[in-house]
């Protein structure tokens, strides 16, 4: 297959995961506790378009004060876990590495924690909570990064991980049963699993910029990503400075993972396995994986999202609960295929 050849079947790949995401986007806020049939959605669409403001039925109450937001954000967290996981594994030529597995989501947890029980960063008002999950994030990658070396080994990398991440969760609960007030300690084990209710629109407009923000960034270095895939060595013999595109990657992806963190607790394993995926489907290029990992990320996602609200219905199973008991086997499975014994 020549190159024209490949362009053209990719393009079709990513018109067809668009079209499913636009599916997927309307099948979310159709489905819940309370269905609410197709027709009505677009009707009430229409009515917030034409009109400027949602209309005054229980459909328009269940879809733009619950479900929508929801919706959109279960999309953009999607995207922005999935990037920071592609980034990640770039950066450290590591097939395993993940916001999760590598600690970056305990850390930011601690932080966010951290803040809410003991007051911290109050000085940033509003912002104090995602202040310490970035503070959090940041801290914790910079110790596995340190910790891991250089060495070439990739199990090493996910163990300092995987040690790190205890240490933090470890921390994070010492926190929790430190607290004096039973609201706090309420609102403090909330960072524990992931959950995307209750999200509001406030919460999707500062998601939403950063999410552009990060994507925005991470396509202006996607031939800078390419030359890592070449070596560390070769890629600073090509002119790449190594230790400051290292620091802007851990700053970038401690960023988005506090900022979700901080809205809606520990979601893991998805930017574990959406990489994978998008690389299956696009390759190894990063202009095209940006693209797939983003339309991907946004699926599983909002289909996360969704069965954890079908599976024990009325009840709502935590996300980050559901995605580490899908996320975990394929983290094992990658482990086994890709480092078995001999390799």
């Not at 879809?63 to 953009?76: D, M, S």
């Not at 990064?145 to 790190?164: E, Q, T």
């Not at 007030?181 to 509001?200: N, T």
Request: hydrophobic share 55%; charged share 10%.
């Amino acid at each position: 297959m020549d190159k024209k050849d490949t362009c053209i079947s990719t393009g079709i790949k990513g018109i067809v995961l668009a079209l499913l995401l636009m599916v997927s986007l309307v099948l979310s806020v159709r489905f819940g506790s309370v269905d609410v049939p197709t027709a009505d959605i677009f009707s009430e669409v229409g009515t917030m378009i034409s009109q400027g403001q949602m209309g005054n039925t229980p459909s328009a109450m269940i879809l733009w004060q619950i479900r929508i937001p929801r919706t959109l954000f279960a999309l953009l967290c999607g995207i922005g876990l999935s990037l920071s996981g592609l980034l990640l594994q770039t950066i450290t030529r590591n097939d395993l590495a993940d916001p999760y597995v590598l600690g970056v989501s305990s850390g930011a947890s601690t932080g966010a924690v951290m803040a809410i029980i003991w007051s911290w960063f109050s000085f940033a008002g509003n912002g104090s909570v995602a202040m310490g999950a970035f503070i959090g994030a940041a801290l914790s990658t910079a110790i596995v990064i340190a910790a891991s070396g250089n060495s070439k080994n990739p199990i090493r990398l996910v163990l300092v991980g995987m040690g790190v991440s205890a240490f933090f969760s470890a921390l994070t609960m010492m926190v929790i049963y430190g607290a004096r007030h039973e609201a706090q300690v309420r609102s403090a084990m909330f960072w524990l699993v992931g959950s995307l209710s209750g999200m509001q629109w406030t919460d999707i407009f500062l998601v939403a910029l950063g999410v552009l923000i990060m994507m925005g960034l991470t396509f202006l270095v996607r031939h800078d990503l390419d030359l890592m895939l070449l070596g560390a060595g070769e890629a600073e013999y090509l002119g790449l400075n190594l230790k400051h595109f290292q620091l802007f990657i851990i700053l970038l992806t401690s960023a988005m993972v506090a900022l979700l963190v901080s809205k809606s607790g520990i979601i893991g394993f998805v930017g574990l396995i959406t990489p994978h995926m998008a690389r299956a489907v696009a390759g190894p290029s990063h202009g095209r994986l940006i693209v797939f990992s983003s339309l991907i990320g946004g699926l599983v996602m909002i289909w996360s999202d969704v069965f954890s609200r079908a599976l024990f219905a009325p009840e709502e199973l935590p996300v980050g609960v559901l995605t580490a008991c899908v996320g975990a086997p394929v983290f094992i499975w990658i482990v086994i295929h890709r480092y078995g014994e001999g390799q």
